[in-house]
């Protein structure tokens, strides 16, 4: 297998050698200036932004966190390992979480959570796990449920969110009922509590809002405001009880429309009418979750959880377009992302068509917690902008990866099911050179004065200036773009990592890439149309040894292995460049085949 795959990949490379125009020959393209001063706006940043649903886990990825959610989820039976699709397939119920894991843990209750914790253990990642609230899950593995089966029904088994009587280990498959403090219970004797190896934040559901179409047998009424309170509050004190230390996160909601007014909740307009201060139904869940906590003396939310895939069309009009080779396209998806952080954005959508009140979406939020609920932390535990198998999927998933350090996200997961390119662009910031050195844990300021065209984002760790991590993107869809880069010191050493369009690997450039030019405080980089890539910047070299380090010793651990491919320069891709005659050496990095 890894002989055919680098055969392949070799016969890409010649492909794109014969096509590459002569060195020199591609146009100046843009300037863009980045600057980055590392005594101004440090913060922190939460590893767990680097993160994806249970679907892509274990794909050659170094993740910071995993979510177990999904439609799939809400008729999970944790006692007995069946679910039901819902309006994704059918209705179907079947073994379909079984599939994925262990032959060892496929009987076994909980299979879906107890094979999440063992890949989070592995990756060193945080797990997150779905708690089923929505009154149904499914009874049986014995394919369709028709809509004259719908819950209540032999086809479905009943939830109950708190048992009220003594908990067992080995569940009761023959009283028709579900109990959800029961699973948590069971979690936590099965692979410890939160602090200590187990599970270490709980999902509130999935997607409320939208129960009553994609889980219409399960629950056929559209989804109050006041009951997925009730049930939000109720299994947040059960799982407190258990494991105080879990996380909660809620409501996971689908969308805008769900942010807005869940989703046309039938009794949404009388709450907003008695209580006109609430400018959206995020201000009402925050507050009555605060309310909450008043009353029963502690926090049972600790992260608000939303979605966000973004409605921004492409210039053909279609939203979520395939139309990579189209430029205006390019331009509208790269620039997507902005409605995420930047009020001066306007996207071509119906939100905007709409009012667009609560864009850009992170100040948003941020905002009503502040109101409503403050040190609340903020999730977008599904987010996909498009691009799994073109080069845009990258840049767009690193723009959003510092966008969220940027804007203080706490946990983060691409949810997709192919996203070759996206995961490349995780591992640039978790992994770059197959050592399990990353991005940095403190974000610095870092500036550029075209983000149409380059977006850049730069951090260190701690308080250690010696070694500056640089991730800069170049959106332009044809053109060199040179990146003017002026820092704060005199640094002495760069060393360049990057995707390009040969593939959906970081590459290793090398220290001595002739893209690269620094003189002291002062980088001028010649970037490659639509790549984006990572300067490692060191005072010295033996500061960014130690730096590797200090990384290694606490980083993800992995197999990975790096492979070498000669190349020849003047891909248009960006690869490498020619220097002095001599072809330049670059790694990719995979992981390693069994």
């Known amino acids: 297998m890894r002989i055919k795959k680098a055969a392949a990949f070799s016969a890409a490379v010649i492909a794109l050698l014969c096509c590459a125009a002569p060195v020199g020959a591609d146009p100046a393209g843009k300037t863009v200036n980045i600057t980055v001063d590392t005594s101004k706006d440090r913060k922190a940043i939460s590893p767990y932004i680097y993160g994806t649903n249970a679907e892509l886990m274990k794909k050659n990825v170094s993740c910071g966190s995993v979510r177990a959610g999904g439609n799939r989820y809400t008729a999970y039976n944790w006692e007995t390992n069946a679910s039901n699709a819902g309006s994704d397939w059918k209705n179907i119920s079947d073994g379909y979480f079984q599939q994925s894991v262990s032959e060892e843990l496929r009987n076994t209750p909980g299979c879906a959570a107890l094979d999440l914790a063992e890949v989070c253990s592995e990756k060193n990642a945080y797990s997150l796990m779905t708690l ?19 819950a209540p029904s032999e086809r479905w088994n009943k939830v109950e969110l708190v048992k009220g009587s003594e908990f067992s ?163 509208n998806k790269l620039n997507a992302t902005r409605s995420l952080w930047d009020d001066t954005y306007v996207e071509d959508s119906w939100i905007t068509d709409t009012g667009a009140e609560f864009l850009p979406i992170l100040p948003a939020l941020q905002k009503s917690i502040d109101t409503y609920y403050p040190d609340t932390k903020i999730a977008i535990t599904e987010y996909d902008f498009g691009g799994p198998y073109d080069v845009c999927g990258a840049i767009a998933e690193a723009d959003a990866l510092g966008i969220f350090a940027q804007n203080n996200v706490y946990c983060a997961n691409l949810f997709t099911m192919d996203a070759d390119y996206q995961l490349a662009a995780i591992n640039l910031y978790t992994n770059y050179d197959g050592q399990g050195n990353g991005f940095g844990d403190t974000l610095v300021s870092c500036t550029s004065d075209d983000i149409e065209t380059s977006t850049a984002y730069a951090a260190i760790n701690g308080d250690d200036t010696d070694v500056i991590t640089l991730v800069v993107t170049n959106k332009s869809f044809s053109d060199k773009t040179t990146a003017n880069i002026s820092l704060d010191g005199e640094y002495s050493y760069a060393h360049l990592y990057g995707i390009n369009s040969m593939a959906a690997e970081v590459f290793d450039m090398s220290d001595s890439n002739s893209a690269v030019t620094l003189n002291g405080s002062n980088i001028s980089y010649e970037m490659e149309p639509r790549t984006v890539s990572l300067l490692v910047i060191a005072k010295d070299k033996s500061a960014l040894d130690k730096k590797k380090n200090d990384e290694v010793s606490s980083a993800v651990n992995n197999d990975e292995k790096s492979s070498k491919l000669a190349l020849i320069g003047g891909i248009a891709g960006g690869a490498v460049v020619l220097a002095g005659g001599g072809a330049l050496l670059m790694r990719k990095h995979g992981k390693k085949e069994k």
């Not at 929505?134 to 369709?144: H, I, N, T």
């Not at 109720?234 to 009880?241: L, P």
């Not at 210039?315 to 139309?323: P, T």
């Open 132 to 150: 089923q609230l929505a009154g149904y899950v499914s009874a049986d593995m014995d394919g369709e449920v028709t809509k004259d089966q719908k």
């Open 169 to 331: 280990l080995e569940p009761d498959l023959n009283d028709g009922t579900v109990y959800m403090d029961e699973f948590v219970n069971y979690l936590v004797n099965t692979l410890g509590d939160s602090k200590s190896g187990g599970i270490r934040g709980y999902s509130l559901d999935n997607e409320p809002g939208l129960w009553k179409g994609t889980h219409s047998l399960v629950h056929p009424e559209q989804t109050g405001c006041e009951e997925i309170i009730e049930k939000s509050v109720t299994m947040s004190k059960a799982v407190k009880a258990i494991d105080p230390n879990a996380e909660i996160f809620g409501p996971a909601l689908f969308g805008y429309g769900a942010f807005t007014n869940f989703a046309g909740a039938h009794d949404w307009t009388e709450i907003q009418s008695l209580n006109p201060d609430y400018k959206w139904f995020i201000d009402y869940y925050l507050d009555e979750m605060k309310k909450a906590e008043e009353e029963n003396g502690e926090r049972l939310l600790d992260v608000l959880d939303v979605h966000f895939y973004t409605e921004a069309k492409g210039a053909c009009g279609e939203r979520y377009c395939s139309h990579f080779n189209d430029p205006d396209c390019v331009y």
